[in-house]
């Protein structure tokens, strides 16, 4: 899959922060320090088909299991990004009442 969304004109892929994602925005093989938001272009790169597991396993000398944590780091911020958007919305449908 991962050759298909690469060659294909009309897959345009956006990454984790919504900006366009293509192989030349990935972060280099040779970093040195993960961030969290470069791990996340990897997961989201895999994800989308963009990157096979093993073409990022090859490029980043990264095994299933490190990438496997990599997920579900992604997925935990993102379960906490979901939660704490749906506490910020829920607070704004509160109408505050003044007191008389």
């Excluded at 990454?15 to 969290?36: E, I, M, N, V």
């Excluded at 299933?64 to 829920?90: A, I, M, P």
Aim: hydrophobic residues 40%; charged residues 30%; positive net charge.
């Amino acid at each position: 899959m991962g050759s298909d969304a690469r060659n294909s004109a009309s897959a345009f892929l956006f990454g984790p922060a919504g900006k366009p994602l293509t192989l030349r925005d990935l972060p280099s093989s040779k970093a040195a320090h993960w961030t969290p938001r470069r791990k996340a272009e990897v997961v989201h790169a895999v994800r989308t088909g963009l990157l096979s597991l093993d073409e990022a396993g090859a490029r980043y000398a990264l095994s299933r299991e490190e990438f496997s944590t990599w997920v579900n780091e992604f997925d935990n911020f993102k379960r906490f990004e979901s939660l704490r958007d749906e506490q910020v919305k829920s607070r704004k449908r509160v109408i505050a009442v003044p007191y008389h």
